[in-house]
């Protein structure tokens, strides 16, 4: 008997979601770790550029500016990696799902 692991599992479940094979779930899982540290790096150079020391301000507005630039950074890493068509299908899927109020 073959047992799977868990991150096993989570990779053939990726791939049968996103319908991709190995190769290109890697280059898209880099699309996701580069353009977040991306994010992550600019984000916190533009909050620099504001001055706001206080952490009850900084943090609420940091929040915002990455949540913002998140996508360019996504798409931009997406495009060298060859991977934009997936990525500007994912984040057409994410924001419609942001769009929808669920029913209480």
């Known amino acids: 008997m073959h047992l799977i692991s868990p991150t096993q ?6 791939q049968k979601k996103w319908n991709v094979n190995g190769w290109r779930l890697l280059l898209i899982l880099v ?5 977040g540290s991306l994010t992550g790096i600019i984000g916190k150079k ?49 924001f419609l799902k942001f769009g929808r109020k669920k029913s209480v």
């Not at 599992?9 to 990726?14: A, D, G, R, T």
């Not at 699309?31 to 353009?35: K, M, P, Y």
């Not at 550029?49 to 950074?73: C, D, R």
């Open 31 to 35: 699309t996701f770790s580069v353009g």
């Open 46 to 94: 533009l909050m620099n550029l504001t001055g706001i020391e206080a952490l009850w301000l900084y943090i609420p507005i940091y929040i915002i500016v990455v949540t913002a630039i998140w996508p360019l950074m996504v798409l931009l890493v997406s495009i060298p990696l060859g991977q934009f068509r997936f990525f500007t299908s994912y984040l057409k899927k994410m």
């Open 9 to 14: 599992q989570m990779i053939k479940h990726l």
